[in-house]
């Protein structure tokens, strides 16, 4: 046979009444008015003990005093308010938690400062050269694989040199396990030459790509411990001989990091990206003047999808109409690739 199922809890009990509380607050209910002897008779207690718990009722709102007899409020308004007094509760907690959670940031921040402030100063080199660049990515790889490396590009000469000379290794690195890549780059540079081929590769060994309108300066994180940066905040390498700042310290790459966080929360997908491929097909055929009913003949879809597929455009594309939406796609490049 079955244990039985143990009793459940009295919900009077759960908003803040003790037992005894709740078993007065019942009683009250069923004399509906009563002075303090015939509560204390019908409880079989003392009654100055009765009368300072019939105090205590009032005080917390679920009994009313009336000239000497007590009257139970109805059990829908009692409860009400024991239950909005709880959710005060819960939500002052509640800020108190959020304040501790906000107070984090800066005792992570003090910590960090305690541990550089006793390893001393931390590093910073000063390189130069692309060729020294790219090859220290894959040097700092291989010391410790698989290395993410987050990078955001600014410029089309600093890409069309990265497409043309440098990709290739950071490929070769991510094939062998070697690197994990994510970059944010300029929508214009989608339509340099060579560009969708290596992207499309680097995608293809695991790197992730995004673009926005304007990047605003070249800088990397590679790793936990080792940041670049450029000779001069928004200017490109090129023009600056590539001249960077190799600084190590997680100080500086826990700035960076939240900083490639935000921009790429912002960012968009490559517009021949496989996630949003169906979302650029019906965009297309729509700017052709294509209606729903052809879309969907054309793509073998039914009119529901293609319907479902412009919402996830104008989602995407932050568009407020079908046509905000076209606008958007063709200044990012997805209509003529």
Same mark, same amino acid.
């Given at each position: 046979?079955? #244990?039985?199922?143990?009793?459940?809890?009295?919900?009077?009990?759960?908003?803040?009444?003790?037992?005894?509380?709740? $078993? &007065?607050?019942?009683?009250?209910?069923?004399?509906?008015?009563?002075?303090?002897?015939?509560?204390?008779?019908?409880?079989?207690?003392?009654?100055?003990?009765? /009368?300072?718990? &019939?105090?205590?009722?009032?005080?917390?709102?679920?009994?009313?005093?009336?000239?000497?007899?007590?009257?139970?409020? +109805?059990?829908?308004?009692?409860?009400?308010r024991l239950i $909005?007094?709880?959710?005060?509760? &819960?939500?002052?907690?509640?800020?108190?938690?959020? /304040?501790?959670?906000?107070?984090?940031?800066?005792?992570? +921040?003090?910590?960090?400062?305690?541990?550089?402030?006793?390893?001393?100063?931390?590093?910073?080199?000063?390189?130069?050269?692309?060729?020294?660049?790219?090859?220290?990515?894959?040097?700092? =790889?291989?010391?410790?694989?698989?290395?993410? &490396?987050?990078? =955001?590009?600014?410029?089309?000469?600093?890409?069309?040199?990265?497409?043309?000379?440098?990709?290739?290794?950071?490929?070769? =690195?991510?094939?062998?396990?070697?690197?994990?890549?994510?970059?944010?780059?300029?929508?214009?540079?989608?339509?340099?030459?060579?560009?969708?081929e290596q992207l499309?590769?680097?995608?293809?060994?695991?790197?992730?790509?995004?673009?926005?309108?304007?990047?605003?300066?070249?800088?990397?994180?590679?790793?936990?411990?080792?940041?670049?940066?450029?000779?001069?905040?928004?200017? #490109?390498l090129p023009d +600056?001989?590539? #001249?960077?700042?190799?600084?190590?310290?997680?100080?500086?790459?826990?700035?960076?990091?939240?900083?490639?966080?935000?921009?790429?929360?912002?960012?968009?997908?490559?517009?021949?990206?496989?996630?949003?491929?169906?979302?650029?097909?019906?965009?297309?055929?729509?700017?052709?003047?294509?209606?729903?009913?052809?879309? $969907?003949?054309?793509?073998?879809?039914?009119?529901?999808?293609?319907?479902?597929?412009?919402?996830?455009?104008?989602?995407?594309?932050? $568009?407020?109409?079908?046509? +905000?939406?076209?606008?958007?796609?063709?200044?990012?490049?997805?209509?003529?690739?």
């Amino acid at each position: 046979m079955r #244990n039985a199922s143990p009793a459940a809890s009295d919900p009077l009990e759960t908003l803040g009444l003790d037992s005894a509380q709740s $078993a &007065l607050y019942t009683a009250v209910l069923r004399l509906h008015r009563a002075t303090v002897t015939e509560v204390a008779q019908a409880m079989d207690g003392p009654i100055d003990k009765v /009368s300072r718990q &019939l105090d205590e009722l009032v005080r917390l709102g679920v009994v009313d005093e009336q000239s000497g007899e007590y009257l139970a409020r +109805h059990p829908a308004g009692a409860l009400g308010r024991l239950i $909005a007094e709880r959710l005060d509760r &819960l939500a002052e907690e509640s800020r108190r938690i959020d /304040s501790a959670l906000g107070s984090i940031r800066g005792l992570i +921040h003090d910590y960090d400062a305690g541990r550089d402030y006793q390893s001393g100063p931390f590093p910073v080199e000063l390189a130069s050269g692309a060729d020294v660049l790219y090859e220290s990515v894959v040097g700092m =790889a291989v010391q410790a694989p698989p290395m993410q &490396l987050l990078t =955001a590009i600014p410029d089309e000469r600093t890409m069309a040199d990265f497409v043309r000379k440098f990709a290739d290794p950071w490929i070769d =690195a991510q094939e062998r396990d070697l690197l994990r890549v994510h970059a944010i780059i300029p929508v214009c540079t989608l339509s340099l030459p060579g560009v969708r081929e290596q992207l499309t590769r680097l995608r293809k060994a695991g790197g992730q790509v995004r673009t926005l309108d304007r990047v605003p300066s070249w800088f990397m994180t590679a790793g936990p411990d080792a940041a670049g940066l450029p000779a001069l905040w928004g200017g #490109n390498l090129p023009d +600056h001989a590539y #001249n960077f700042y190799l600084i190590r310290t997680p100080i500086v790459v826990g700035l960076l990091r939240s900083l490639f966080e935000e921009l790429w929360a912002r960012a968009v997908p490559l517009p021949w990206d496989g996630g949003i491929d169906g979302v650029v097909q019906v965009l297309r055929l729509a700017a052709q003047g294509m209606c729903d009913d052809s879309i $969907a003949r054309q793509l073998g879809l039914s009119v529901r999808t293609v319907r479902a597929r412009f919402a996830d455009a104008m989602s995407e594309l932050g $568009a407020q109409s079908r046509f +905000h939406a076209g606008v958007e796609a063709s200044r990012r490049g997805w209509l003529g690739q």
